[in-house]
T-cell receptor, first 111, second 115 residues
Framework: GESVGLHLPTLSVQEGDNSIINCAYS??????FIWYKQESGKGPQFIID?????DKRQGQRVTVLLNKTVKHLSLQIAATQPGDSAVYFC??????????FGQGTRLTINP | DTGVSQDPRHKITKRGQNVTFRCDPI?????LYWYRQTLGQGPEFLTY????????KSRLLSDRFSAERPKGSFSTLEIQRTEQGDSAMYLC?????????????FGSGTRLTVV
């Protein structure tokens, strides 16, 4: 069935280091993917998206990589800051109608 | 427009009571979605509207749940005869589908606690 999952439930990195959050998806027909950041008590906040006709997209301090061959998505955060501590979700757009979310990775930035 | 607004932010209700949540999407967005999120999990799709038409409902949306978007602007989600298992964060999102640019934006959610 359709599913989006994450390899690691928690990730701790030192402030200033780069972090990589991974995600696997199962629906090879999905054509759009989004990374969200969610802080405690708040709704998911859009970080960056990528379409299936791309393999890389860069934003401010963030880069998303898409490997369609192995159905893998990753989010790279450069020079992590304390404010980056949150739960990160990848989401897969199904038929341009709804998002299927993974379980999330909790990123903790250590001072 | 400051984004997607949801009201109330928190709701505590007794089992068996009815509750209604409201979502005001970004004004130019024609699609509106409801999701439910339980602790430690990602949001799960419940239903979505394009303008005033409800186009899809998840199996999660039992008969006790009903959603409306009467004028294609704000939406309400009602839960009748609440059960403890309904305790969750209810998230609303909106998007504008044009040229493939979806622009999903979530609100801050309504946290429901059924006691």
């Amino acid at each position: 069935g359709e599913s989006v999952g994450l390899h690691l439930p928690t990730l701790s990195v030192q402030e200033g280091d780069n972090s990589i959050i991974n995600c696997a998806y199962s629906n090879s027909a999905s054509d759009y993917f989004i990374w969200y950041k969610q802080e405690s008590g708040k709704g998911p906040q859009f970080i960056i998206d990528i379409r299936s006709n791309m393999d890389k997209r860069q934003g401010q301090r963030v880069t998303v990589l898409l490997n369609k061959t192995v159905k893998h998505l990753s989010l790279q955060i450069a020079a992590t800051q304390p404010g980056d501590s949150a739960v990160y979700f990848c989401a897969e757009n199904i038929g341009a109608q709804k998002l299927v979310f993974g379980q999330g990775t909790r990123l903790t930035i250590n001072p | 427009d400051t984004g997607v607004s949801q009201d109330p932010r928190h709701k505590i209700t007794k089992r068996g009571q009815n509750v209604t949540f409201r979502c005001d999407p970004i004004s130019e967005h024609n699609r509106l979605y409801w999701y439910r999120q339980t602790l430690g999990q990602g949001p799960e799709f419940l239903t979505y509207f394009q303008n005033e038409a409800q186009l899809e409902k998840s199996r999660l949306l039992s008969d006790r749940f009903s959603a409306e978007r009467p004028k294609g602007s704000f939406s309400t989600l009602e839960i009748q005869r609440t059960e403890q298992g309904d305790s969750a964060m209810y998230l609303c999102a909106s998007s504008f589908r044009t040229g493939g640019d979806y622009g999903y934006t979530f609100g801050s959610g309504t946290r429901l606690t059924v006691v």
